[in-house]
């Protein structure tokens, strides 16, 4: 099996399942898919797109092989009510990924940091709908736009030096430090009102790293949740037919 996460700007793929899996993050083009692959046997590809017509390089590469694409939301539907008026309107890999994180978790907290950072909450069958917010990379570039003058963060420092010394290490620990404690402040409001008192906090994503260092939340980083929640929703539905 082939799990695809389209972001906005890369393919997150992984094939196969457990301590045999390979996976890596791709250019979002048929020919990277077609390499990352290689000889390997692939019987089907399951995916979430959060992009108007992603899926159309997955689309091209499955029917040049003959392989069946299960897309969340359209083959394989949200299973729980989301609270959304329009469930088309939420972006698939928050509820997949809120479906993996009940999976293992129970009730909890569910954090997705990349080009966007979503915040959201499920327990039991009641997804609770939280907040979308930008992402790290997204946010200091827009600084960056907006202020020609200063200089680009640097978001893979390990630490943070304050005071600061220059205007890197500024943008910088405003940057790092910020966005965890937005990250914090989201989790805590959010927490509140869906009323989950306890449980955990699962976070998933390419920002996630980042967070881990300098947040005040005790996470549970799960690097695969939407690769998860794309397997079992594509079990549910084999044992069910």
Known sequence: MLTVDRGNTTLDCRLGSGGSAVRDRL?????????????RPLDVVVAASVVDRGDDELASFCRQRGIPLLRAGVELPCPFPTGYRDVAELGVDRWVGAFAAREVHGPCVVVDAGTAVTVDAIDGDRFFAGVIAPGLATASAGLVQRAPRLPLADLDAGSVELPSASPTQSVTAGALLGFAAMVDGLVSRVRAAARIASGIVVLTGGDADRIVRHSETAFEHEPDLVHAGLTWLFQRRDSSS
């Open 27 to 39: 250019e979002p083009t048929e020919r990277a898919l077609v390499e990352f692959v290689g000889s």
